[in-house]
């Protein structure tokens, strides 16, 4: 139902190095500021001004309604978040949900919150796109066609993508050709250019690319939304000053947050670990029918 409802809205609405302090307004009254600091890690994209210019307000109203002076951290990848948390020059990063159990795994991470999207619910959807002109109604119609999904660390449109392949019977071998691309942009823009016949991506593109020549045709079931994730020795008192400062953002204010990301635009709901079992089954479902490319080897 929850699918269903999701697609019929998307097809009918019309750098600084990691551990270095972050941009600011106001420089030399940061520098005044004695507090703690602390460090929010991200991923820079390939746009880093475009990145920081939507996570700067989030990191400032975490100065504001914490004790302590939020930084701004750009990484490479995925794989530079999780070295950044276990290190501990970051404190606070976001996650895809794979990448998070592999985090809890192996040095005790935790989720702080979920992120809420536009509709208010701490889920995320993979949806599979094509062309608006495309022929393809359905994933059985993906036999014999090329298909671009995620990244290795993908939850959404790399693992969630091939759990629907194989719910619904179509064979991992039976598109002409899988491709692995970075990140859900670079999918979306395959797809419009006709590199690839197919994509998977998760439901905030697939809103953002609706108007610009992008048809959704099958969405998957709701999983729960990529956490940001906290270390897992951060004092109990800083761990839950960081979540209720998050979770005091209202959705009722989202369109005064306009300028935020809108991963982080919507609010948040609390997050605990048993929130992602889930995706550990899912995890354990699709086993070794992917080669290997579809998640981490770690021992969730």
């Not at 939507?54 to 975490?62: E, K, N, T, V």
């Not at 992120?115 to 608006?132: A, D, I, Q």
């Not at 991992?172 to 823009?189: G, R």
């Not at 947050?257 to 609010?267: I, N």
């Amino acid at each position: 139902m929850f699918a269903g409802s999701l697609l019929a809205l998307l097809w009918g609405c019309g750098p600084e190095r990691p551990g270095q302090p972050g941009q600011d307004d106001e420089p030399e009254r940061r520098a005044r500021d004695e507090r703690p600091r602390l460090g929010f890690g991200i991923i820079s994209g390939e746009d880093p001004g475009l990145t920081y210019k939507g996570y700067q307000p989030l990191i400032d109203h975490l100065t504001n309604r914490t004790p302590f002076l939020f930084r701004l951290s750009l990484g490479r990848d995925t794989d530079d978040l999780l070295r950044n948390v276990e290190e501990r020059m970051v404190e606070v990063v976001p996650l895809e949900a794979v990448s998070y159990l592999e985090a809890h795994s192996q040095f005790g991470a935790v989720p702080l919150v979920r992120p809420l999207n536009r509709e208010g619910k701490s889920v995320s959807y993979c949806v599979f796109v094509v062309r608006k002109e495309s022929p393809i109604k359905s994933l059985s119609d993906l036999k014999g066609r090329t298909l671009a999904l995620g990244s290795f660390h993908s939850t959404i449109s790399n693992l969630i993508a091939r759990s629907e392949l194989m719910r619904t019977g179509v064979e991992l071998d039976e598109p002409a050709a899988i491709e692995h691309l970075d990140d859900d942009e670079a999918i979306a823009t395959a797809v419009l250019e006709g590199r690839f016949e197919a994509g998977a991506v998760g439901d905030v593109v697939a809103y953002r690319y609706r108007d610009q020549g992008l048809r959704p045709f099958h969405v998957s079931e709701p999983v729960p939304s990529a956490p940001l994730v906290a270390r897992g020795d951060l004092p109990p008192a800083v761990f839950e000053a960081i979540r209720d400062a998050l979770l005091e953002l209202d959705l009722a204010d989202a369109e005064e947050r306009e300028s935020w990301d809108e991963t982080v635009r919507y609010g948040f709901a609390p997050a605990s670990d048993a929130d992602y079992d889930v995706v550990r089954r899912i995890v354990g479902q699709v086993g070794g029918a992917c080669g290997g490319s579809c998640h981490s080897d770690v021992a969730f």
